[in-house]
């Protein structure tokens, strides 16, 4: 039987590391939004963090990102999310499917994945993390290309003075097996910053 648990933790811990670490090289800036990268020490490919503030709580940005309807709502770039099981209360496997984009250049994927929440109320920081795994009810699905989500994860943290702003760091890596390199070093980038516009979005929109 899988322990879903021990590798969620082993996830967070690995974000945690890479979060603080400080060789991350400024790729791109759009507003108040910036995106950093790295060589990923998971795979063959990138870590990107992308550091933004959002005018929202951090327990209201938290229901955004881990409610999946919601979540399934306010993000452009997902399709559908649903649960698949729940290990604790924290803790959940989640099947998450994205649409085709870039004018039918990348086609439809999916992504099993653990998601869970770790509080750490004495830095005001709450974490959402998340990573690919295996499930025996989910093999690869026909229409879709399976993804893989290295360990990742959306970091809040409360702003002095401000109760109702959050500061926020994303840590992304993921295999979505895109060709040629040159798409990949485009997308995923162009990702994170519409990933911020949607989540800025759907907190005005109250989707909360």
């Not at 060789?23 to 933004?52: A, E, M, Q, R």
């Not at 250049?105 to 109320?121: A, E, H, K, N, T």
């Amino acid at each position: 039987m899988t322990d879903y648990k021990a590798i969620g933790q082993t996830f967070l811990g690995k974000v945690i590391e890479y979060e603080a670490g400080d060789d991350w090289k400024l790729y791109k800036s759009s507003k108040d939004v910036n995106v950093y990268t790295k060589p990923s020490p998971d795979f063959n490919g990138t870590l990107h963090k992308t550091v933004y503030d959002i005018d929202a709580s951090p327990e209201k940005c938290l229901d955004l990102v881990i409610d999946l309807e919601k979540h399934a709502k306010f993000d452009s770039a997902i399709k559908d999310m649903s649960l698949i099981e729940r290990i604790n209360e924290d803790v959940i496997v989640m099947r998450t499917t994205s649409p085709s984009m870039m004018a039918g250049l990348i086609s439809p994927r999916d992504f099993i994945d653990i998601m869970g929440v770790d509080r750490q109320s004495d830095k005001h920081l709450i974490i959402a993390y998340y990573g690919s795994v295996e499930h025996c009810k989910y093999p690869e699905q026909k229409g879709f290309v399976r993804g893989m989500n290295y360990p990742s994860a959306i970091f809040l943290r409360a702003v002095d003075g401000s109760p109702n702003k959050t500061h926020a760091v994303n840590i992304v890596q993921f295999e979505g097996h895109l060709s040629p390199k040159s798409l990949v070093e485009i997308f995923i980038p162009n990702l994170q910053i519409t990933f911020v516009d949607d989540i800025r979005k759907g907190d005005r929109k109250s989707v909360v």
